[in-house]
């Protein structure tokens, strides 16, 4: 048979995520037994151990299926955040990825805007492409801050969505408390306003804002959040919603039966109590950003101000060249061109250990590359082979 099957030309024509490079890819293509990886935001210490703890202890019930309802993880989650949040203001998902594919679907049909602010996390477009959407760009400012009355001028009667991932990936910034007053003010009611707060923990900025005051009044705001990060459970795939109840059960409809697995669920629910692995995660994040952006400010290379746990920066040179030298290093960093900053690199914050061998490998490809010059060549030996 000769003809095709038919493919959603939506589905066909979005983007493609890429994720970052992995330690035992790095480590066979190079040879190396000694690989670091400081590209995808992880948690340099690991998983919270009250959680591996738990999940170890969960492993004999795998023959059952997980509840769907989710009800204790999301007991323990409105506990957790407090802030007058119920269980009913809340939903799970697989990752926080998912609760964004699950919004998309809930709020877009073909045809209908959704206004997010490059450079950001490419998953928006993707998701606003594989339902038919249509993406509204509107750049973040020099600074790299959220232009309010730009975004506002751009809302249609067409606009359903507006992303507002704060602190932001791959800039670090954030929206303050002022700007997202005045978004909201301005914000008609036929659009829901996204807050990605996936790095919400490790900010220590003053003004950052509350978005959990819009939930509270029951504005059209839907509040995502991860346990990937600074619970250190990325690899279990844990996300999380909070929005007003109404919200919240229209997007229960969008999910999967059974989307978490009963050891995400018992690892998620061990991780909110481990209070020691969180402060000490937080920490090392809040004191090795600040001394990686010295270091990198001291080298010349324009770190953008971050209050998350990655730092992004312009080496000056090919940001994939650089990141090609730092791998044959044992280093694994992210060319920041995904996230629509195509000549800088990202860097998550590690040990510190992680971070001065970071430092180091830098300093030497930096050398290196202006030997070579700008192109990447020696004039007496021809092209550099990768």
């Known amino acids: 048979m000769s003809d095709k099957p038919h493919l959603n030309p939506h589905i066909a024509a979005a983007p ?8 035992e890819e790095v480590a066979a293509r190079y040879g190396l037994t000694d690989v670091i990886k400081m590209a995808s935001n992880e948690n340099a210490l690991g998983p919270s151990p009250k959680a591996v703890e738990a999940i170890a202890s969960a492993l004999t019930a795998l023959n059952f299926y997980p509840r ?11 506990a957790h955040v407090g802030a007058g949040m119920t269980p009913d203001n809340f939903v799970t998902s697989n990752g926080g990825s998912e609760m964004l594919a699950m919004i998309a679907m809930g709020f877009l049909e073909e045809g209908e805007e959704a206004i997010f ?28 801050r959220y232009d309010v009355d730009a975004i506002l001028d751009a809302v249609t009667p067409s606009t359903r969505l507006i992303y507002i991932c704060s602190p932001n990936n791959p800039t670090g ?16 009611d036929h659009v829901v306003v996204v807050f990605d707060e996936a ?10 804002v509350d978005s959990l005051k819009y939930v509270r009044d029951g504005r059209h705001v839907i509040v995502v959040r991860t346990f990937s990060k600074i619970y250190g459970l990325a690899g279990l795939r844990v996300g999380y919603a909070i929005a007003p109840p109404e919200l919240a059960q229209y997007l229960w409809r969008c999910r999967q039966p059974f989307h978490l697995s009963t050891l995400a669920m018992t690892g998620a629910m061990a991780a ?18 600040k001394w990686l952006h010295h270091q990198l400010a001291e080298m010349g290379l324009d770190p953008v101000p971050s209050q998350s746990n990655f730092i992004v920066f312009r080496p000056g040179y090919s940001p994939q060249q650089v990141y090609e030298r730092l791998l ?3 280093v694994v960093v992210r060319p920041a061109g995904p996230f629509y900053m195509p000549e800088h690199v990202r860097v998550t914050v590690g040990t510190p250990e992680q971070n001065e061998r970071f430092i180091a490998a830098l300093r030497e490809v930096l050398a290196e590359m202006e030997e070579l010059g700008e192109s990447g060549q020696k004039a007496e030996e021809g092209t550099l082979t990768l």
């Open 16 to 23: 493609v995520y890429t994720a970052g490079t992995s330690v």
């Open 68 to 78: 769907v309802t989710d009800d204790k993880l999301r007991e323990r989650l409105a």
């Open 117 to 144: 602010c490059p450079p950001t996390f490419l998953l928006y477009e993707i998701q606003v492409r594989r339902r038919g959407g249509q993406p509204v760009k509107v750049d973040l400012t020099p600074e790299y």
């Open 173 to 188: 910034t954030i929206i303050t408390q002022e700007e997202a007053d005045r978004l909201m003010a301005g914000v008609p």
């Open 199 to 208: 790095y919400i923990e490790f900010v220590d900025h003053d003004d950052h």
């Open 272 to 289: 909110l109590e481990d209070r020691e692995h969180v402060a000490r995660t937080r920490a090392i994040v809040i004191e090795g950003r």
């Open 328 to 330: 044959q290093r044992g």
